[in-house]
């Protein structure tokens, strides 16, 4: 049923609708006549009528503009259509002709493929026939050709990498410790066990001496030193191996020949005397080493200890200004790579304190210091530092460590050190020794004071890769058999000689 439909309905309905009307009042009024009532109603159903027909052309027009709107869009809409249609076909189309194109390709790839593995199979065999190896065998030597390559690379690169790393931190270690050896300079005496009174005349050995050798005797058995008295003009000898005890009698002898009273108890008297002088200058000594170096807080004890140490000499040095100087050298080294310098300056400092009393008590030195210091109250790191300086532990903190190197440097230098001639023989027969037990080995030579070992290997028995193991061995060796001061250079030199003879 259409909208023109439902109008004309609702207009019927509407005419049928206003005759009741009419009919109810028409009989609510009598007055009005027949002809009267007829002639309205035939108007009323004229005026409703072309009042639908209005209606129902306004109707039809707006049906027919809403149809034409939607034939529009419709129209639209099938062009958009026909449009995405032939956009489709024209995509599936080329899609099509790729596929047919990689078809092809895929093809010609394949054949090329099977052309080059025929290629192959046949130069495999080709070269299977002419070497007279398989694949595997010509696998294998190239592996091992291979591992030979990369060993020697492998060996030349650790040899290039050593050599810059060994240049940059020579440098920069010669840097470092010339910067620090430059800022500390200290005086350096010979070592000796005797000392030597001069005397005003010749006649006063007499005095010395005494009636029966009583004053000598009572000299000797005061101090505990041995008074040599021979024909040497002018001059007493001191002998003793405890040089406190030599500097006490030096100091009494000295009195009494000025003084010249010389009989047993004005000798007891000076003696007394200069021992409690010597005490006296012994803890000076101790208490201005540890105000130079700023150490505060030791004990009364260890400071009279280490001012023993002003007395005491070890290869030409004088160990306490060893230790000042050990202590100054690792406390700049501290400084430089940042590491705790009081420390270090303090561990230097007492790391030879148990010479103080070594030719009296039992035991290394380094023992002896350790027992002391840990008695007196220092802290481990001290402690440890003393332990570790010449390797009977090993080193595990930096202070430690530098403390080892400025010990090192501090008797290592030139002219700080006197090593006596069978020491230094043994050493060079112990190194010419390590060298020769090694297998292939020529000859060896020791050279530059023991500073080098120059090793001549049979030619045939080494290679380059061979040879700087060797090298590498020797002086691994060395250095965990060997006591030295410094550093061993090991050179190994492999010569291949070729001789023909022209005719």
Aim: glycine residues 6%.
């Amino acid at each position: 049923m259409n909208i023109i439909s439902i109008v004309a309905i609702v207009v019927m309905i509407a005419v049928v609708t206003v005759q009741q009307i009419l009919y109810s009042k028409l009989s609510k009024q009598s007055k009005i006549s027949a002809a009267d009532l007829a002639e309205k109603e035939g108007l009323i159903k004229k005026e409703a009528i072309i009042s639908a027909k209005e209606a129902l052309q306004d109707e039809r027009e707006k049906f027919n503009e809403e149809e034409r709107e939607r034939r529009r869009e419709l129209n639209s809409y099938e062009n958009k259509l026909s449009k995405r249609e032939d956009e489709l076909e024209n995509k599936i189309q080329s899609v099509t002709d790729k596929e047919s194109h990689l078809d092809k390709r895929e093809d010609e790839i394949e054949k090329k493929e099977n052309y080059l593995a025929e290629t192959i199979q046949k130069q495999v065999s080709e070269l299977e026939r002419i070497s007279g190896l398989s694949v595997e065998d010509a696998k294998n030597m190239l592996l091992e050709q291979l591992k030979k390559d990369l060993a020697q690379e492998q060996m030349q690169l650790i040899r290039e990498n050593e050599a810059k790393i060994r240049e940059d931190a020579q440098e920069k270690a010669k840097d470092i410790i010339s910067t620090t050896i430059q800022r500390c300079m200290m005086e350096q005496v010979v070592e000796s066990t005797v000392s030597v009174v001069s005397l005003p005349n010749d006649e006063m050995k007499g005095r010395i001496i005494g009636r029966e050798g009583r004053n000598i005797r009572t000299l000797e058995t005061l101090t505990g030193v041995d008074l040599i008295i021979d024909d040497t003009p002018e001059a007493v000898v001191l002998s003793s191996f405890d040089p406190v005890r030599r500097e006490v009698a030096k100091l009494a002898l000295e009195k009494l020949i000025q003084d010249g009273r010389i009989h047993p108890v004005r000798i007891e008297e000076v003696v007394e005397k200069s021992k409690a002088e010597v005490e006296k200058k012994i803890f000076r000594e101790g208490e201005n080493a540890a105000l130079d170096m700023g150490v505060m807080g030791l004990s009364k004890e260890l400071i009279k200890d280490l001012g023993r140490l002003y007395y005491r000499t070890s290869y030409g040095q004088n160990v306490l200004n060893h230790s000042i100087e050990v202590g100054h050298i690792a406390g700049m080294l501290a400084a430089e790579l940042g590491a705790n310098v009081y420390v270090a300056k303090r561990a230097g400092l007492l790391h030879d304190i148990g010479k103080a009393v070594d030719q009296t008590q039992e035991g290394t030195h380094i023992q002896l210091g350790v027992e002391l210091a840990r008695k007196f109250g220092e802290k481990e790191e001290i402690i440890h530092a003393i332990e570790a300086h010449h390797d009977d532990v090993t080193a595990n903190t930096i202070e430690a460590v530098l403390v080892k190197i400025a010990d090192a440097i501090s008797a290592g230098r030139p002219g700080a050190r006197r090593d006596t001639l069978e020491i230094y023989i043994k050493r060079l027969q112990k190194i010419e020794e390590i060298v020769n037990g090694y297998e292939g080995i020529k000859q060896s030579f020791a050279v530059q004071a023991g500073r080098e070992v120059r090793v001549i290997v049979e030619a045939e028995m080494f290679d380059d890769l061979a040879s700087g193991k060797l090298a590498r061995d020797i002086a691994n060796k060395i250095e965990n058999e060997l006591d030295y001061p410094g550093q061993i250079r090991v050179t190994v030199v492999r010569e291949f000689r070729a001789v023909e003879v022209a005719k």
